[in-house]
């Protein structure tokens, strides 16, 4: 079972396009952990314009979610307008993000909030990452560029498992639109100087629905990142600014079975399943920013 969080509250951001297929049991995993886990928590939807019926299957959930509530955009803006909209009605001082393909084992959160206590931002990185082989290859190769360009200092900029202490994040909130978001975020925390703490999480095939990251994104990806270059650090007045650290939490990941029964691989774990992270004192180490 999770450890509660005694005294610490929590806003989850959980943006939706097009997860009519898997949207309710999103919501249904978050209630289940974080009830575990939060005295006080909400988890905010926001269905970003979908042509599907995700937010009526939001919407016909709600009375059995008491502490989710539903926000939707008239449009389709993209992944970095619907984490925004998210992070503006938040009301708790810590705030983090998942996304709606139940990816994610959310009681992952209870480890993550814990080391927030130290560092205003926590980036899980998927420790046994279950997308295609082409998918990890390109995410492969876009976090070194975007470590080599941007700085970022993470291995896995992209993970969609994040906390932030609020005071933080309105400091860092993104402009881009798109899935460039969390580069421009985390680029953006650099340049301030915040430390950020870094985590195995754990990871799942996708459950249902369709991603919405294809082959056709990586070229128009790649030319927002080199213009954020560019303009944010080439030319930025604030590059150079940090002496941050990034922090390798001493946290591993392992895969427990019931009694009596082997391991589990991750694509078994069952919704909300019981945390895998034991979380030792952190280890710091100094990179270059």
Known sequence: MGERQRGRDLSLVI????EAAVVSRAVAEAEAALGQLFDRFEILVVDDGSSDDTAGVVERVLPQAPNTRLLRHPAN???GAAL????AAARHDLVAFTDADCQFDLLDLGAMVTLADECPIVAGYRADRKDPWRRRFLSRGYNRLARTLLGTRVRDCDCALKVFRRDA?????PEARGFFVNTEMLTRARQLGYEVAEVPVTHRPRLGGE?????REVPRTFRVLVGFWWREVVCS??????SATVIRARVTVSDRGVAGAGPRSASTLPPSSAPVLPAALPERRREAA
């Open 15 to 18: 943006p939706a396009y097009n």
């Open 77 to 79: 803006r993209g992944y």
């Open 84 to 87: 925004r909209t998210g992070f």
């Open 169 to 173: 994040l309105a400091n860092i909130l």
């Open 211 to 215: 991603s919405k990251v294809s082959l």
């Open 237 to 242: 007045p604030r590059t150079g600014l940090s």
